[in-house]
């Protein structure tokens, strides 16, 4: 596949898109978001336009999720929104790409036949070209490639934390999970290629940025083999990038070597992003996800006692078929246990090609899922009140993002730790590390004053 980039000169023939407007439209995970970056960049580099509103598009482009039911209805319900735009413009082009595309091309094309173009993850770099075929008919590409395949084009924006996708696909099959099934098996970014965006971005100004990949510790360099934490280390160098970050840790394969890398590395944040999906060892075993309660709770106590002040955030789902009240209680009792900064959570959905949606049925009836999920939520917002008050005078070294949207005169950033605390301060402070005292706080963010 050919590499895309601006640092050469576009050919006439690559200008195929001369006088489009587009408009994306982004569902789902981080992945993802960067994957619109990327396609707005190939777009951009054959000659088309960004516009702000669907409304002034002739390329519309959804990029889809489809991790839970209710992601892929989201799809569908601006899919039969968008057949009057279709029906007042025949030039209007539809492009669906992403998960859904790749996981329901045949019911795309039976259900909205007005969708021009349906494209899977592995067939980006194709987008561009197959955007001018789909003017006389609709195309679809939902092969898979079986390596890397790399799309810069030179085109990213300004910005303060940029996504730098490192691996793609997944070999675990957890049980409930579908994203085997849309973006395939792993498959490894060259690190030179890394390395070569993030530094990129630091020319560009970035002062952060966060790694993505499915299940990151397994990273192999495909060139020199080398892992995960050797990565860690060599971007540690690239100047001008103050923090890393990275998604999503897979806790089987969490090393004590990567434990070692996060702490000696200054630019990686001591926070973690490691899913423990549910308490109980029944439940966890069903799912396939290669471990115990025991040994997650092994790997934060290795995790805690060389970074005491690591911060760790996690994913929950809530009735997982068969999970029992006790069970339940086991989920429970880990989030009071661990006491993370940060939880997602979510009721178990029945996906279609998954193990569990084959083989289990989906026993917890849906007033008991929500009935967990409100518990789960409700005792992690206890938690985070709690760890929240506990900051409260403190002085935290905050990245800002810039002036907060409900407020221009109140600003939002991070701290290390990925809390997110607005403040007040008398000049802009975008883009910049400042301290700010802790002055108040609420369950899902902290507030303060930059400090003199
Ligand atoms: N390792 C992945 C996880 C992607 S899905 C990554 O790249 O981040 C994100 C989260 O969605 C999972 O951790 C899980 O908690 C949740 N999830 C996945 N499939 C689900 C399903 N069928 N029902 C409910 N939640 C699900
Ligand atoms: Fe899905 Fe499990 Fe792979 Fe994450 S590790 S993408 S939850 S199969
Ligand atoms: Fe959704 Fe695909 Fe990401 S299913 S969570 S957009 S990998």
């Known amino acids: 596949m050919p590499s895309h980039s601006t640092d050469q000169p576009i050919p006439a023939s690559g200008r195929r898109l001369c006088g489009s407007r587009f408009f994306i439209h982004t569902f789902g995970c981080q992945m993802n978001k960067n994957d619109s970056e990327h396609m707005a960049g190939l777009l951009l580099g054959a000659g088309a336009e960004e516009v702000p509103s669907a409304e002034d598009s002739d390329i519309i482009l959804i990029n889809t999720c489809a991790v839970r039911s209710k992601s892929v209805n989201k799809v569908y319900s601006l899919l039969g929104r968008l057949k009057r735009i279709k029906q007042a413009s025949q030039g209007v082009q539809i492009a669906v790409t992403g998960c859904v595309a790749q996981l329901h091309r045949d019911e795309i094309q039976q259900r909205y036949p007005y969708v021009d173009l349906i494209v899977g993850p592995d067939n980006y770099p194709a987008l561009p070209e197959m955007l001018g075929k789909s003017r006389l008919r609709p195309q679809t590409a939902t092969a898979w490639h079986s390596g890397w395949q790399e799309i810069r084009t030179g085109y990213r924006a300004k910005g303060i934390s940029g996504f730098v996708t490192i691996m793609e696909g997944c070999n675990n099959f957890c049980s409930y999970c579908v994203v085997p099934f849309t973006r395939g098996r792993e498959k490894f970014r060259p690190a030179s290629q890394i390395l070569e965006e993030t530094q990129e971005l630091a020319a560009k100004g970035y002062r952060e940025v966060q790694l993505l990949g499915q299940n990151v510790n397994v990273y192999r360099d495909p060139d020199q083999g080398s892992g995960f934490p050797a990565l860690l ?156 008050r506990a900051l409260k005078g403190r002085s935290l070294e905050v990245l ?52 003199p």
Not at 263 to 277: A, D, G, R, Y
Request: hydrophobic share 35%; glycine share 6%; proline share 6%.
């Open 233 to 388: 280390r060599e971007l540690g160098r690239v100047r001008g990038i103050a923090w890393i970050r990275f998604i999503t840790s897979h806790p089987r394969d969490f090393s004590h070597e990567l434990a070692r890398a996060m702490k000696e590395v200054p630019q990686v944040c001591h926070q973690l992003h490691l899913p423990i999906q549910a308490g109980s060892d029944d439940v966890l075993r069903a799912m396939n996800r290669g471990y115990t309660r025991s040994e997650y709770l092994e790997r934060i106590d290795m995790l805690r006692s060389l970074m005491p002040d690591i911060a760790l955030s996690t994913d929950i789902i809530v009735g997982f078929p068969g999970e029992s009240g006790q069970d339940f209680e086991d989920t429970l009792r880990v989030l009071a246990e661990v006491r993370f900064a940060n939880i997602f959570s979510f009721h178990y959905s029945p996906r279609p090609r998954t193990a569990s949606a084959r083989t289990l049925p989906d026993s917890v009836p849906r007033e008991e899922k929500k009935r967990r999920l409100m518990l789960v939520q409700s005792l992690q917002k206890q938690i985070q009140l709690e760890m929240h």
């Open 400 to 451: 800002c993002m810039g002036p907060s949207k409900k407020d221009g005169s109140v600003y939002t950033g991070r701290n290390a730790a990925n809390q997110v605390v607005n403040f007040s301060a008398p000049r802009d402070p975008t883009g910049t590390f400042v301290r700010v005292e802790i002055t108040g706080y609420g369950p899902y963010s902290l507030k303060g004053k930059l400090d």
